[in-house]
């Protein structure tokens, strides 16, 4: 190929994209130091920008999650747990069945996602690793940082759950929760929301 | 303000008329609100994470029912008749029409739902 090509061409060639590479980075260099790109969360991502930043997300997602071994399944008692976790940590930035996010939320650039469709979009592992490292420049905190490892399952457990379960029963689980507290809760569920 | 936006619906409302194809929904939105505020409304509300908009960034959920063809829809939540007034009230007040129903009131204004219905009846 090289041999075909007259050496001025190469040269031609390199420059070329040598020139280009170096506008690039000058161009990068102006965009961050000008202040022109907006970084308030009042405007919403350019949409190039919130696509490659959420691919970006789903692809390391995906890579890191491979080194986490889910359970093979969750028990009754984990999804309660994970529910009190879910109620006292996720529920004002995500939401929940019948249940809108603190205000807020709205007002957040990204937007923290309702989480009924999660446990469709992601596997118990990929879950799981967002919860336990967090999100960069999403306000998702790592939650490994403060929770111990097995509420972190917890959570996951009732993520995979929900969508499973009627609003209702949400709400009915949700309620003898915070009845809990206050003394007698239902015989049994005690065992479950006690730690 | 207002004028101005008056002033883009008519101008929007002319373009589309002299596009001659307009959609289903395209007159009852111009005369319900601002489709674009109504899209970054959504985009605000998540609402994408529960439903499947077509045309819209992420939002691919399957929750709820997908919002594509909504104005050609006969109800809305399988009790109110799709009217735009009703559209608005199903926005507002989701748990006072079908109360225990998995969508959250959002605390929207009636401002803010009358853009997100005009957005959502241009979706195909």
């Known amino acids: 190929m090289s041999l075909s090509m007259p050496a001025r061409l190469w040269l031609a060639w390199l420059a070329g994209l040598v020139t280009a590479g170096a506008l690039g980075g000058a161009g990068a260099i102006v965009l961050i130091y000008s202040g022109l790109y907006d970084t308030t969360a009042s405007t919403p991502h350019v949409p190039p920008v919130a696509w490659a930043a959420h691919t970006t997300m789903r692809y390391s997602t995906r890579r890191r999650a491979a080194q986490v071994t889910a359970p093979d399944h969750f028990t009754a008692a984990q999804v309660q747990t994970g529910l009190q976790e879910y109620d006292e940590h996720c529920v004002a930035c995500h939401g929940g069945p019948a249940t809108s996010r603190a205000p807020f939320a709205a ?80 015989p049994g569920a005690g065992d479950a929301a006690g730690r | 303000m207002k004028r101005t936006s008056f002033l883009v619906l008519g101008l929007s409302a002319l373009a589309l008329g002299l596009a001659g194809c307009a959609r289903p929904g395209d007159q009852i939105s111009a005369a319900l609100g601002d489709p674009h505020q109504g899209a970054e409304i959504v985009t605000r509300q998540a609402c994408g994470s529960c439903h499947e908009i077509p045309g819209h960034q992420n939002a691919d959920g399957l929750v709820g029912p997908p919002l594509g063809h909504l104005a050609e829809r006969s109800t809305i939540a399988g009790v109110l008749p799709n009217t735009a007034p009703d559209l608005v009230l199903w926005l507002r007040s989701p748990q006072k029409v079908v109360p225990g129903n998995g969508m959250p009131d959002m605390g929207l204004t009636e401002r803010q739902a009358e853009d997100v219905a005009a957005y959502l009846y241009t979706l195909e």
């Open chain 1, 107 to 186: 007002a957040m650039t990204p937007t923290p996602p309702y989480l009924l469709d999660a446990a469709r979009k992601w596997s118990p592992a990929e879950l799981y690793w967002i919860v336990d490292h967090g999100v960069k420049m999403t306000a998702m905190p790592a939650w490994g940082e403060t929770e111990p490892q097995d509420h972190i399952w917890d959570i996951v457990a009732f993520l995979e759950a929900m969508p499973k379960m009627a609003p209702a029963d949400y709400l009915r689980l949700k309620a003898a929760e915070h009845a809990e507290p206050s003394g007698n809760g239902a």
